[in-house]
């Protein structure tokens, strides 16, 4: 069984930033692709980035690049989600997600989720 749990959620106003961590519970980290996730209330869950096994290739979601960085430490077990620029419009609960094979952008395709952390953006 593989674990994730998310950490660095919080509140912060619009314009300043917020680094997400995802630990996993596995020495295989680095056979997993990482993905970000939100969902905001009463909407439905969206890609935010993605990364490969080994951070060399990196995907993100039109609404989010140029704002946000995707990276992992495989030797910590680690992925990490870098946001800048935070907007109202990007609060959301934040999922990170693992999936064996190359990274994609679609939820269903990712076989294990944490359980998420708060993101809040005030104006």
């Known amino acids: 069984q593989v674990q994730l749990v998310e950490s ?5 106003q619009a314009g300043g930033s ?9 020495r295989t980290f680095s056979s ?7 969902q905001a209330p009463g909407k439905e869950r969206e890609f935010v980035a993605s990364i490969s096994l080994s951070g060399s290739s990196t ?3 039109d609404s989010v690049k140029g704002r946000c960085t ?8 680690t992925v990490y989600l870098q946001m800048n620029s935070l907007k109202p419009e990007d609060t ?32």
Request: glycine share 10%.
């Open 70 to 77: 995707i990276s992992r430490d495989n030797a910590k077990n």
């Open 92 to 123: 959301a609960v934040y999922y990170c997600a693992a999936r064996h094979g190359p990274p994609r952008l679609r939820s269903p395709e990712y076989e294990y989720w944490g359980q998420g952390t708060q993101v809040t953006v005030s104006s």
């Open 59 to 61: 995907y993100y979601a």
């Open 8 to 12: 660095g959620g919080g509140l912060v």
């Open 18 to 26: 917020l680094r997400l961590s995802c630990a996993v519970s596995r």
């Open 32 to 38: 997993y692709a990482m993905g970000w996730f939100r």
